[in-house]
């Protein structure tokens, strides 16, 4: 069983007070509950959920422009839930940098192939390098096609 953990976060380029309208809609509670949303709390939003359904949940909140985790109801006590989602926010941020003038990768030097292009040859410019073919036109019925109108649809949903 899994259980929906919201933090209040949103997805990034996402207009706070939209996410905040579009969650209210989503759970069907007024803007003041969706406010209370909001206030960098971490809560379970649903719990004892099955898989695809606890994966709806996140899709339909990941649209509504917020960030929620599933997470297995039994497995993992929510502070520690909430310690590993502070983790990946942190652990990109924790990365270290050699200092400028290091040397990160030595160069090699790379023989270039031997091919033999002896028996290649440049033709002068403008000259034709071959022959082209005649082809004669194709002889296509089309009188029985039509145009529609401009904005007509062409086939049915």
Known sequence: MFDILF???CQPQQNLETVKQNMAQLFKISA?????LFNGQSRTLKSGLEKEIASKYIQAISRAGAIA????SDAVPESAVEQ????AHTSVLEAELDPPGTTLLTH???Q???IDIAQLSLSQPGETLAETADVPDADIEISHLSLS???SHLADK
């Open 69 to 72: 985790y599933a997470v297995e």
């Open 32 to 36: 003041e509950k969706a406010e209370a």
């Open 84 to 87: 590993a989602v502070e983790d």
């Open 7 to 9: 933090k209040g976060e």
């Open 112 to 114: 270039p192939p031997d």
């Open 108 to 110: 090699e030097v790379v």
């Open 149 to 151: 109108e401009s904005g």
